[in-house]
């Protein structure tokens, strides 16, 4: 009888110890992915942050957060099922909009990375993010060709208007930027004393861009390059001439659908402008190490 009571005993301890084990997080179906992630912006009240597992090609969401103005994420850390977490090769961090009506990934996949070991560094250069900007480069030239009829002298207000490219006849494209994915698009723009002017959106480095806000006494369509003339396309508070010269020209990377009017945090190409106008051109600096985000995630 009292073998028989201490093999019940015995079984008792044990049953109580895999349980405890259980509620101590032990042998558990879930677990936590972390994120360690500086430099993503506050994408306002109509957009969110979604992260994404890759899991035999498919995505699964790890879960939504957002940031607020000084860069900080609502949430780091986030409950997956541990299969699937352990399955994972890649991470892939999406912009989304809030509310989603659609449980899959949007375009604008803007950082991943592939999972070495448990952790993954995050970049635009991996996979279906938008692209690999290391190496960006472009240039662009002062002159103000929509004021100007055929074959009238140049009406010496060329420090009004920028294109991007190289001044000839006709201009040319002159960027070393990566072809983008569905969900981005390229956009120009001149910071003013009031803020940042968009000259337009463009994925065609020889064509003109979305803007057509500028306007001369001939009203030309302008070189078959994306670029502004700074006539009817003014800043509030600005008023013509507007002169480029000694303002930050900037080439961004933007969202599709675009979170903001304002310029987004992907900056690859940016410049003072100088004085010099056409027939010269002045070189863009590559902007990644300032202005792109960086990081990595954990599990």
């Known amino acids: 009888m009292k073998k028989y009571l201490a093999l019940i005993a015995a079984a008792t301890l044990t049953f109580t ?5 259980d509620d101590n997080g032990e042998n558990t179906t879930t677990k936590n992915i972390t994120l360690n992630l500086q430099g993503l912006e506050d994408l306002g009240s109509g957009f969110a942050y979604e992260g994404w597992v890759l899991v035999n ?45 659609d449980p899959a990934p949007a375009d604008s996949k803007y950082i991943a990375g592939e999972f070495s070991n448990d952790t993954a560094t995050l970049t635009t250069s991996f996979g279906p993010a938008p692209g690999d900007f290391t190496t960006a480069s472009g240039s662009y030239f002062l002159r103000t060709p929509t004021d ?14 920028v294109w991007f490219g190289l001044p000839g006849a006709p201009p040319t494209a002159d960027f070393n930027l990566p072809t983008l994915p569905a ?15 968009s000259t337009g959106t463009f994925i065609d480095f020889s064509a003109v ?7 001369g006494t001939a009203n030309n369509v302008g070189p078959p390059v994306p670029g502004e003339d700074f006539f009817n396309n003014l800043p509030m508070g600005e008023s013509t001439p507007f002169s480029v010269v000694g303002r930050n ?13 304002a310029p987004f945090t992907l900056k ?5 402008a100088g004085l010099d106008t056409a027939p010269n051109s002045q070189s863009f600096s590559n902007n990644v190490a300032a202005s792109f985000p960086t990081g990595s995630v954990s599990r």
Request: net charge negative; hydrophobic share 35%.
């Open 209 to 215: 861009d979305s803007g057509n806000g500028f306007s």
């Open 57 to 101: 090609g498919t995505p699964v969401t790890t879960g939504v957060f957002t940031v607020d103005g000084s860069g900080t994420l609502s949430q780091t850390s986030f409950a997956v099922e541990t299969a699937t977490l352990e399955a994972a090769t890649a991470f892939i961090l999406t912009i989304e909009p809030s509310p989603d009506p």
């Open 268 to 272: 690859p190409l940016a410049s003072v």
């Open 17 to 21: 110890s895999c349980s405890n084990d």
């Open 148 to 161: 100007e009829l055929a074959g009238s002298p140049n009406n010496g207000n060329d420090t009004n208007g």
């Open 249 to 261: 020209v900037v080439i961004t990377v933007e969202p599709v659908p675009d979170n903001s009017p």
């Open 183 to 197: 969900g981005w698009i390229y956009e120009g723009w001149v910071i003013g004393d009031a803020g940042p002017l």
